[in-house]
């Protein structure tokens, strides 16, 4: 059974960092391109960050770039999220998704609120 389970998130204040992870099970991780999206309420959910199945190369959306950075340990079927100088603007909940192909796995996702 395929399961992407999401943890980390949290209420934090302005400028503060939470570290968001993403234990995959029931598929071949490593062969997995992951990403983390997110949706904050009453806009469309949105691409934050890629990584390529080997971790050799990433992406991030404009808004965050210099602040958060993705990563993944394959031993650990695991994928994470470090995000540093948060804004308020940063508040949604955070979705990991793994894709190879057309397979496509998503996570229930986890609440991020930044507010002081």
């Known amino acids: 059974q395929v399961q992407l389970v999401e943890s980390g998130g949290g209420l934090v204040q302005p400028g503060g960092s939470l570290r968001l992870s993403c234990a995959a099970s029931?598929?071949?991780?490593?062969?997995?391109?992951m990403s983390w999206y997110r949706q904050a309420p009453g806009k469309e959910r949105e691409l934050v960050a890629y990584i390529t199945s080997a971790g050799g190369s990433t992406n991030y959306a404009d808004s965050v770039k210099g602040r958060f950075t993705i990563s993944r340990d394959n031993a650990k079927n695991t994928v994470y999220l470090q995000m540093n100088s948060l804004k308020p603007e940063d508040t949604a909940v955070y979705y990991c998704?793994?894709?190879?192909?057309?397979?496509?796995?998503w996570g229930q996702g986890t609440q991020v609120t930044v507010s002081s």
């Open positions: 998704n793994a894709k190879s192909g057309i397979l496509r796995h």
């Open positions: 029931g598929f071949r991780f490593s062969s997995y391109d």
